[in-house]
């Protein structure tokens, strides 16, 4: 079982920018990619990015551009930078960790992203 624990969200004017951390209590190294999903009120959970054990990633067109995911094995983190925020960026965004890629295992509890206009 492993945890992981998201944090940096908040309250941020648009243009502005913010990163988040997604913490694991285990090795991510052992997953076959960690990503970024996100959940707007009355929307369904879309992904954001992926960023594979290799260090490939993929981006939603929505935010081609904007946001780079990272990873720090050593540190067993994933981060999101967020840059250029748009009032549509708002919502709760989440961590996971892929056992298999694309299928998510394990997920974080969340941390809310507001972008005012």
């Known amino acids: 079982q492993v945890q992981l624990v998201e944090s940096g969200g908040g309250l941020v004017q648009t243009g502005g920018s913010l990163r988040l951390s997604c913490a694991a209590s285990?090795?991510?190294?052992?997953?076959?990619?960690m990503g970024w999903y996100r959940q707007a009120p009355g929307k369904q959970r879309e992904l954001v990015t992926r960023?594979?054990?290799?260090?490939?990633?993929n981006y939603a067109d929505s935010v081609k551009g904007r946001f780079t995911i990272s990873r720090d094995n050593a540190k067993n983190t994933v981060y999101l930078q967020m840059s250029s925020l748009k009032p549509e960026d708002t919502a709760v965004y989440y961590c996971?960790?892929?056992?298999?890629?694309?299928?998510?295992?394990?997920w974080g509890q969340g941390t809310q992203v507001t972008v005012s206009p």
């Open positions: 285990g090795s991510i190294f052992t997953f076959d990619a």
């Open positions: 996971d960790a892929e056992q298999y890629y694309g299928r998510p295992t394990y």
């Open positions: 960023i594979t054990r290799g260090g490939s990633t």
